[in-house]
Structure formats: C-alpha cells, structure tokens
C-alpha cells in the first residue's frame, strides 16, 4: 500500500514570495489533515478536510495561507505572501475519517522543509 | 480545550537504562492516544496506539501504559540502546477526530 505522498521535500523562499505544497492521501481516506511543525514544538493542525468539503480550518491564518481538495483527493497548501515565521515543517496526514472508530489512527507523509529567507 | 503536555523536555541517559517519558492531558474525552517518534529531518512514525478502553499496549521493548481517569499516559524503554535517541511525541485523538500534540521529549541515549 502506498503512503501518503508530498512534494517538494524542501523549499528555501524570500518573504513576500509565494509557496505551494502537494499532497496525495492514501488511497480511500476520507480525511485530510494539514499541520505545521515548528522546530521544537509539537505540530500544529492548520485544517481538516472530509472528502473535498473543510472540517476545520480555525488554526489556518486565512489572510495567506490557503488550502483546497479537489475532487475528494489530492490537496494543495498555499502560502501567499510568505512571512519569517512560516518555516517550519509542513506536514500532510490522511485517515479512514472516523470509520475505525477509536482504532482510528492517522498516517503521515514526509513532510515539506520551508524555510523562509 | 484540550492541552497535552509532555515531561520531561529532553533526557539524556546511559545505553541499557530503562526510562520514563510522561504525558498529561487535560479532557479525557478522547478515542486514543498515541505515542510517536520523530527523527531529526524525518516524518512521524507511529509506536503504540492505546485505545479509551486499554490499559496499556506493548510493542518490543515498548510499554505505554494509559490512565483516562487522570489523564496521564506513560512510555517505557526498557534496556535502552542509542538507535532509540529521538524526538518522542504523545498524541491525543479528540472527537473530531483531530490529534492534538505534546511538544515531544527529546531522548539522547549515551553509547
């Protein structure tokens, strides 16, 4: 079974640039996460998403961060214009949603490095 | 609002001791917690899942043990070799199904 797939694994950008991060979830998880790891810290969830429709996205700095699922599957994560403090780790997770009750466990891709010059 | 709190920040020990990682949450209404190891630069690797109803999971020389009621799990390596040296994360499930995060323990294990 494949796992969840990100891309790029690295970004160096200037702030002000934008950025934007690809994730393909395991394939019949209904569930999407983003989250930002910040070094040091424990990650950080920036939105959820049940098929292609937003769970929660309260964390997610909407005046530049941006996030959507097309058709249920893939996601893309933009940062727009990207400040100092959004290096960090950026990382995609997908789950079943629910469905294992409380088996229910997320699996995580390898992360994006950014790092914001 | 749920908090998850890991001690101690980091740990540093002699190859072949046994040691105790903590963590403490706040709302102990959750699915499962679970425990996670983060290498420098890597991603997440799942260890144990301890479900509401368990009492403990044991993986190796991994035992997590879970006590809902005051909201403490623990993470014990037994016999402890420098290949475990990592970042250690506790993770609560809520019922959103969100995983809410401790900061981590940072393991150094001293050959």
């Known amino acids: 079974e494949a796992g969840v797939a990100q891309s790029p694994r690295y970004k160096i950008i200037e702030k002000r640039q934008s950025v934007a991060f690809w994730c393909n979830p395991i394939s019949g998880h209904a569930t999407l996460y983003w989250y930002q790891q910040i070094l040091g810290q424990g990650p950080k969830l920036l939105i959820q998403f049940q098929n292609n429709g937003v769970v929660d996205d309260s964390q997610l700095p909407k005046d530049r961060f941006s996030a959507e699922r097309l058709k249920g599957v893939d996601s893309t994560l933009k940062i727009q214009p990207a400040k100092l403090e959004d290096s960090a780790v950026y990382l995609c997770?997908?789950?079943?949603?629910?469905?294992?009750?409380?088996?229910?466990?997320?699996?995580f891709g390898p992360g994006t490095r950014l790092l914001v010059l | 609002k749920q908090e998850v709190t890991q001690i101690p920040a980091a740990l540093s020990v002699p190859e072949g001791e046994n040691l105790v990682l903590n963590c403490s949450f706040t709302d102990s209404a959750i699915y499962n917690l679970q425990w996670f190891r983060q290498d420098p630069g890597k991603g997440l690797t799942s260890l144990l899942l301890i479900q509401s109803s368990q009492r403990e999971q044991t993986s190796g020389r991994l035992n997590a043990s879970l006590d809902k009621s005051s909201g403490r799990s623990t993470l014990y390596i037994a016999a402890s070799q420098p290949g475990d040296s990592a970042t250690y994360l506790c993770a609560v499930l809520n019922s959103n199904y969100q995983l809410i995060w401790g900061a981590g323990t940072k393991l150094i294990i001293k050959p």
């Open positions: 997770a997908s789950s079943f949603g629910g469905l294992a009750g409380d088996q229910e466990t997320q699996y």
